[in-house]
Structure formats: C-alpha cells, structure tokens
C-alpha cells in the first residue's frame, strides 16, 4: 500500500531554501520522500519517543514526519541537509 505525502509549510520552506541552495541534495529528499510512500518506516528511521513522529536519517540528510495510518498520509514536519 502507498501512503500519500504531504509537506506542511515548514517543511517546504525549508526545501525551497535547500532546492536553491543545493540541487543535489534536494533531489535526494526528493527520492526519500517518494520512498517513504512505499515504506514509511524504513530501517534508518528511528521513532521520537512515543508521539508516532519520525526522525529519518540519510547521508546529509534529516527528515522528520508522522505516520497517519488511519488517513494513509504521512506528513513532512521539516527537513535538513546536515554536515
């Protein structure tokens, strides 16, 4: 089952910036977050705590959502290219 994506507005500044920034690492988000719709908890994401929120962690790269399995959506809470 694929989940639908959706980026909340912090989350898409933040890509805008990192988009401008660094086209690179823009379109790795880009794939991770496709990947994430296929499988929202990969083995590289580690659960923050108790409140269903995600923290995935790439190469450079941090992204930190929540999985709504009722509504089959997974939100993008923000992302970071790292150093």
Not at 20 to 37: G, T
Not at 50 to 68: A, F, K, N, Q, T
Request: hydrophobic share 50%; charged share 20%.
């Amino acid at each position: 089952m694929s989940l639908t994506v959706v980026v909340q507005e912090a989350a898409l500044r933040a890509l805008a910036r990192i988009r401008a920034e660094d086209p690179e690492a823009f379109a790795s988000i880009k794939r991770a977050l496709a990947a994430l719709a296929g499988q929202p908890r990969p083995d590289q994401a580690v659960a923050w705590g108790g409140s269903g929120i995600y923290r995935l962690h790439l190469p450079g790269i941090r992204i930190l959502y929540e999985v709504d399995e009722d509504a089959a959506t997974i939100y993008v809470i923000n992302v970071a290219v790292t150093l």
